[in-house]
C-alpha cells in the first residue's frame, strides 16, 4: 500500500529554506534529501512535509496563551519546544504558575515526535499541545494502529529525517522512555486510542506533599463524580501509580473520607456519606 508521504503533492511551489537552515544546525554537516520527487520530477507530500509551505502545524494551547507553529515538521518541533521552555513557567491559570519543570522534558520530546511520526496526514489536521497546571496533552490526528503499519511508522521518511536530525531514535522504546521519565514520582502518563485520534496525556510532577494532597483531592472528586471507583480506574483515569492509588485510598480510608466494599480486584471504593457535601 502506497505511503501518504510517496503521493504527489498539491502543491508543487515549494521552497525549502527553513529546512535547509535547520538540518545544517542540527547536523553540522551535509545532509543529502534525495527523495522529495517522484520519477516524474514532482514534488511528493514528503516534500510538502518538509517545506516552507507545510500546511500541517504544531498548535499550543496554555492559559492565556496561543500559537501555531509553521514550516517544515522537523523546525515545527524545535519551534514547539523552545515555545513551552519560554512560555512555561510564565502562563497563569488563574492564581497557579504552569511550570515547564513539571513535566519532564524527555517526555515531552519524545511525546511530540511520536506525535509527529505517526499522526496522519490526510486527515489535513494539526498536532495540538495542550497545557493546563495539571496535565499536557499531545494529541495527534490518526489512530495509533502501529500493527497495521509497516515497520510502525506512519510517516517512515519524515521519522528518518526525525532520526538524522536527533529528535527520534526510531529504536521502539518511544513509549518506555516516557514512562521511565515518570520513574518514582507517582504517576504514569497514559496513551489514549480513538477512531482517528490519539493523544499522550503526560501528568504534572509536583513534591511529595502537593503530590499527597493532589491525589487526594482527584480521588475524592472521582469517587463523587462517578459514584464508586475500582483501583484500576483511579490509576488509569487520574495517571497515577499503582502504589501512590493505594497509599492514598488506604489514608482516605483511615481518615473516613471513603470506603470499601468487596476484595481483591472486585474491591470498590465509596464516598463516606457523613463526609459529602
Given at each position: ?12 511551489e515549494?521552497s ?34 518538509m517545506?516552507d509551505?507545510?500546511?500541517?502545524h504544531v ?18 518541533m524545535?519551534?514547539a ?53 495539571r ?10 494502529v ?11 521518511k ?8 536527533g ?33 499522550i496525556?503526560?501528568?504534572a510532577?509536583?513534591g ?12 475524592i ?14 490509576c ?5 501509580s499503582s ?30 456519606k457523613?463526609?459529602?457535601?
Open positions: 500500500m502506497p505511503l501518504y508521504e510517496d503521493y504527489i503533492s498539491r502543491e508543487q515549494l525549502f529554506h527553513d529546512f535547509r537552515e535547520l538540518k545544517h544546525c542540527r547536523t553540522q554537516r551535509y545532509l543529502s534529501i534525495t527523495n522529495m520527487k517522484n520519477d516524474m520530477g514532482l514534488y511528493t507530500n514528503f516534500a510538502l512535509m517545506s509551505q507545510c500546511p500541517w498548535q499550543i494551547h496554555i492559559p492565556g496563551f496561543d500559537a501555531t507553529m509553521n514550516g517544515p515538521l522537523p523546525k515545527q524545535e519551534d519546544m523552545n515555545c513551552l521552555s519560554e512560555r512555561l513557567g510564565t502562563s497563569l491559570q488563574t492564581d497557579r504558575i504552569v511550570k515547564l519543570s513539571s513535566f519532564p522534558r524527555t517526555a515531552i520530546m519524545e511525546s511530540l515526535a511520536n506525535a509527529i511520526i505517526h499522526f496522519d496526514p490526510s486527515l489535513m489536521r494539526d498536532i495540538v499541545i495542550t497545557v493546563d497546571e496535565h499536557m496533552v499531545i494529541e495527534s490526528p490518526g489512530n495509533a502501529y500493527e497495521v503499519i509497516e515497520n510502525g511508522l506512519r510517516n517512515p519524515t521519522a528518518d529525517i526525525m532520526k538524522k536530525m529528535y527520534a531514535k526510531l529504536m521502539g522504546i518511544g513509549l518506555d522512555s516516557i514512562r521511565s521519565s515518570y520513574c518514582n514520582s507517582g504517576f504514569m502518563p497514559r496513551l489514549i486510542r480513538e477512531d482517528d485520534t490519539f493523544a496525556h503526560l501528568p510532577i509536583s511529595k506533599e502537593d503530590r499527597d494532597e493532589r491525589s487526594y483531592k482527584e480521588i472528586e472521582y469517587i463523587d463524580t462517578m459514584g464508586h471507583a475500582y483501583l484500576k480506574d483511579l488509569v483515569s487520574l495517571m497515577l502504589y501512590t492509588a493505594l497509599k492514598a485510598v488506604d489514608k482516605l480510608q483511615k481518615d473516613g473520607e471513603i470506603f470499601s466494599m468487596g476484595s481483591g480486584s472486585k474491591k470498590r471504593y465509596y464516598r463516606s457523613r463526609k459529602q457535601k
